[in-house]
T-cell receptor, first 114, second 112 residues
């Protein structure tokens, strides 16, 4: 069974540009989560999508947005990039069918803003 | 204030030593997960603990969930260089908007 996939693996942008990151969940998983992880630090929750709807968002400005498609894949968009947006962006998926909330992570997209 | 406090934040030991990392909270969790993350990769699930007082073993790793389901520990016996990584605990509070709440992690380095 394929795991969570993310693309691209690396992304280099300049300040003010926009970045689009993509995630495909494990087959059968309907929930997708996005996290930001700055170098050496813990995971900061960004967004949670389930069944195509945004369920919750973390403490991030509105220039961080996203969507979930009918096939449950997801996009994270970051507008007006700032230097401090440089980080590893992780996507995770989960299934409502499991007895406990377990999130399975993709390898991440490393975003560098110059 | 971090909901899940992990300690120590950094740990550097020699191969063959034992170690314990802790994950503490004042909140009750319905389950708690431990993940290990290697540089440049996503976290990989190690174990899920559900029942208060539960102990799970995964080879040289022993995970314990506190009786009150507020804290957990991870003990590694005879650490190996391959154990190096960031260890994250994550708690499931069903009422939480993000489903899982992550600790800041313990960065473990095992030196040869």
């Amino acid at each position: 069974e394929a795991g969570v996939t993310q693309s691209p693996t690396h992304l280099i942008k300049t300040r003010g540009q926009q970045a689009t990151l993509r995630c495909s969940p494990i087959s059968g998983h309907t929930s997708v989560y996005w996290y930001q992880q700055a170098l050496g630090l813990g995971l900061q929750f960004l967004l949670w999508y389930d069944e195509g709807e945004e369920r919750n968002r973390g403490n991030f400005p509105p220039r961080f947005s996203g969507r979930q498609f009918p096939n449950y894949s997801s996009e994270l968009n970051v507008n007006a990039l700032e230097l401090e947006d440089s980080a590893l962006y992780l996507c995770a998926s989960s299934s409502k069918g499991e007895p406990t909330e377990t999130q399975y992570f993709g390898p991440g997209t490393r975003l560098l803003v110059l | 204030t971090q909901l899940l406090e992990q300690s120590p934040q950094f740990l550097s030991i020699q191969e063959g030593e034992n170690l314990t990392v802790y994950c503490n909270s004042s909140s009750v969790f319905s389950s708690l997960q431990w993940y290990r993350q290697e540089p440049g990769e996503g976290p990989v699930l190690l174990v899920t603990v559900v029942t208060g007082g539960e102990v799970k073993k995964l080879k040289r790793l022993t995970f314990q969930f506190g009786d009150a389901r507020k804290d957990s520990s991870l003990h590694i016996t005879a650490a190996q260089t391959g154990d190096t990584g960031l260890y994250l605990c994550a708690g499931d509070r069903r009422a939480s908007g993000s489903r899982l709440t992550f600790g800041e992690g313990t960065q473990l380095t095992v030196n040869p």
